[in-house]
């Protein structure tokens, strides 16, 4: 019987469950994952990418300053799973490196990259060697190639890289046309949003919650401040207390006012046509 993408790929509970109990051990508070954009743009212009990706422009992370953020980070948090995304991240020319600084942080056991697998059949033996699993974003347009899934899974058994195939043929509308005014709301929305718990996130000297304020940040030029909804990383005495009184606030983020949440419906996913990136991107500065 041929074997499908949708049939390899493991089912998932959507929503996930919400998990606002955060344990500390040996000085840090342990997470499920953190990740790192690695880059903004993308091969793709999906409808509703959460990483705004087709609106912002290109952008490579400079593994110096990521593993400098990482340092800091990994005194207070123990993630179990390190994310490398994006955007795509295989269009970063220096991944393999991206990935050994990430690893000798200490950061997390275990490094991931999640991709929507278009580039695996061009990256280098050295790439597998490096990652431990790769979570792929399987659209139902552009599907990827038989033999490319193929390429995919001999070297995943070759280099024993965890795959996570992740069929995305639905996307949560999160994005508004109009930011809104109303914090009573916005404050539910961030209540009841669970990616605040899965999408934690360093970027530039930060950590924050999930991963909108930054991409925010990028996409108004600086011109509404997304920073604050973060916590800057340091390395004094307090810092532990400070990211967990952060993890647990229930003070909402700017970011929400943007933001229709987790707990939003659905859409099918589709592919932003040229015209249409070009028309969103003009609301912005
Ligand atoms: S492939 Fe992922 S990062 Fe790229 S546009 Fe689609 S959802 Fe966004
Ligand atoms: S901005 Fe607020 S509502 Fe949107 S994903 Fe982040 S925490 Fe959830």
Known sequence: MTTTNETRARKHVFPPPMERHYRVQHGRVQTRSLEAHIVDHCNLTCAECCSLSPLLPE???????????????????????FKLVGGEPLLHPAIVDIVGCVRATGIAPMVSVTTNGLKLGDMA?????????????????????????????????RFDVRLNWKVQDTFTVMN??????????????????????????????????????????????????????????????????????????????EACLHCHGGSAP????????????????????
């Not at 953020?69 to 005194?75: G, P, S, T």
């Not at 050295?126 to 899974?153: G, N």
């Not at 718990?197 to 401040?225: I, N």
């Open 59 to 81: 952008w490579y992370a400079q593994p110096d300053a990521l593993a400098n953020d990482l340092r800091m980070a990994a005194k207070v948090l123990q993630p179990g799973v």
């Open 125 to 157: 033996d050295a790439f597998w060697q490096a990652v431990d699993a790769l979570t792929i974003s399987l659209y139902p347009k552009p599907r990827l190639a038989p033999d490319l899934v193929a390429h995919i899974e001999s070297q995943a058994a």
């Open 176 to 253: 508004r046309a109009q930011p809104s005014t109303d914090r009573a709301e916005a404050q539910r929305i961030y209540h009841d949003c669970w990616i605040r718990e899965r999408c934690h996130m360093v970027r530039d000297g930060m950590f924050y919650t999930c991963t909108r304020p930054a991409h925010f940040h990028t996409l108004f030029k600086g011109t509404q401040d997304f920073r604050g909804d973060g916590l800057a990383l340091r390395e004094d005495a307090g810092m532990l207390d400070a990211m967990l009184a952060y993890l647990q606030r229930e003070t909402p983020l």
């Open 266 to 285: 659905q859409a099918p996913h589709r592919v932003l046509k040229r015209i249409e990136v070009e028309t969103l991107k003009a609301f912005y500065p």
